[in-house]
Structures are given as C-alpha cells and as structure tokens.
C-alpha cells in the first residue's frame, strides 16, 4: 500500500475489527476530501494496524 486512497479501501472493505477503523478511516478519507494531513491519516493508520495486530512493514 502506497497511498492513502489505498489506506481508505482497507479501511472500508478489508479491515478485520472495529478496533482503530473509525478513527484510521476518518483520517484517511479527511485526506481524500482535502481537509487532512497524509502524516496524519499514516500515524492513525499505522495505530490502528497496531492494535488490530496487522503486521504493517515500514519502508
């Protein structure tokens, strides 16, 4: 995942509890609509990953 559009569809179609999703995906699409930080919606992304256990891979 490269992008926050991709973040977003996870988010929305893949992400496997409630746990972190509201806020990650809020962050994410606050981004997509313009009204948000990329660093933003990457650290709720990257908190949800973690509580949820979703191993993610820092480049």
Do not use: Y
């Amino acid at each position: 995942m490269t992008t926050t559009a991709e973040a977003a569809g996870i988010f929305v179609t893949q992400w496997p509890l409630r746990t972190g999703r509201p806020t990650g995906r809020h962050a994410c699409l606050s981004v997509l609509e313009g009204n948000g930080e990329p660093d933003t919606a990457r650290e709720a992304f990257l908190k949800a990953a973690q509580e949820a256990g979703v191993f993610v891979r820092e480049a």
